[in-house]
């Protein structure tokens, strides 16, 4: 996977927890998933987003491999 699918796959989990989280055990978890999404509408126009720095750090391709 490329590291723009893991950064995809990352962020929806978070959102998804962080809402399942809000809703059955504090509503504070919603600030969780606002700042998710700040990330996300920042690195559309940045095109730099921490989580990308994280992915390529552990060594995340980013190049989708051809079989």
Request: glycine letters at 6%; a positive charge; aromatic letters at 14%.
């Amino acid at each position: 996977m490329t590291i723009e699918r893991h950064l995809r796959l990352i962020a929806g989990s978070f959102v998804l927890v962080t809402v399942v989280l809000g809703y059955f055990h504090s509503p504070y978890w919603f600030l969780f998933t606002g700042f998710v999404a700040l990330n996300l509408i920042q690195s559309a126009f940045t095109n730099w987003c921490p989580m990308m720095t994280i992915l390529r750090r552990l060594g995340a391709s980013s190049h989708e491999l051809k079989a």
